[in-house]
């Protein structure tokens, strides 16, 4: 498929997932990881973030994009707050997308009723609760 890497073991040996994939952006590789390690460099997915708080976490103050011990959730989640994103992906931006309150993940699996389809909820669903019910493009 057109999400594959052209040399898979070359790019899990250069890539290190909880570091960023900052090897991904580096001026001297970015070229080749571009071409080769498309699938581990997550090229392919739309650049977005996918928590509500990502631009204060990537701030000065928070530092959270390149502390140690959180920057593989950010990497995770906040991918365009801290700049992981790369100008030759090959889909565009998404929107973010994020849920709105804890407790989507419960709500999209609502015992047997699926709130995200349920015809009560589902319009609710689709504003607060994006990630849980998988209304975000790419996922």
């Excluded at 790019?11 to 990881?33: A, F, I, S, Y």
């Excluded at 959270?64 to 906040?78: G, I, L, Q, V």
Aim: glycine fraction near 6%; include cysteine.
């Amino acid at each position: 498929g057109i999400c594959e890497d052209k040399t898979p073991n070359f790019c899990k040996r250069k890539v290190t997932p909880g570091n960023g994939r900052k090897e991904c952006r580096q001026k001297d590789t970015k070229e080749q990881m571009t071409r080769d390690c498309k699938k581990t460099c997550r090229f392919c997915e739309p650049c977005m973030n996918y928590h509500r708080d990502c631009p204060g976490y990537a701030s000065v103050s928070y530092g959270y994009c390149t502390d140690d011990k959180y920057s593989a959730w950010m990497e995770w989640k906040c991918a365009r707050s801290c700049g992981y994103c790369n100008k030759n992906q090959t889909k565009p931006m998404g929107d973010d997308c994020y849920d709105l309150s804890d407790k989507c993940p419960d709500y999209a699996d609502h015992f047997d009723d699926d709130y995200c389809n349920h015809p009560k909820y589902a319009k609710w669903m689709s504003q607060a609760c994006k990630e849980s019910c998988l209304y975000c493009k790419g996922k």
